[in-house]
């Protein structure tokens, strides 16, 4: 063999190795392909199936380079049915008001022992990393230690 097909032969090697590795590590692994055939979303990243931005004024846009999951068509709500996919998720805790999504004057969501960053301005959107949920009142309430709760539903029944 002279040193150009040896060249050629070992381009071509190269590039099978390559295409295969990336299809093999490609692949979504056992849990994940449960997630994907649950729901076949049109997303840009169909294997997002929550994206939740705890403590969000504005639970209806999500912020530059993020999307929604294929299970959640807001980025925060009080446990129940999400409102245009049908799954049941949220921050898990009462609503004695009863508030909902968007409800309160600030927007975003409050529940009976938690609420949103109050520093944020009421209505304003701001990315995920200054945003976030925290215990409302809880040591006061009796609540040791304090905790959030979130519940998500991953399978249709």
Known sequence: M?????????????????????CVTSLPTGGMQSVLAASPAEREDPS???FV????????????GDQLGTHNSVTDQAYGEDPKTGYKWGVEDTISNPLKNGDHKCGGVFTDNTWPYEQNQAGQD???TSSNRYTKEQV????DPRFIDYKFELGKR
């Open 53 to 64: 931005d705890c403590g969000d004024y504005v639970v209806d846009t999500v912020s530059e």
């Open 48 to 50: 997002i199936v929550y």
């Open 126 to 128: 701001v990315g995920k």
């Open 140 to 143: 006061e309430g009796g609540v």
């Open 2 to 22: 002279n040193q150009t097909k040896v060249l050629r032969f070992l381009k071509k090697a190269s590039a099978i190795c390559l295409t295969a590795a990336v």
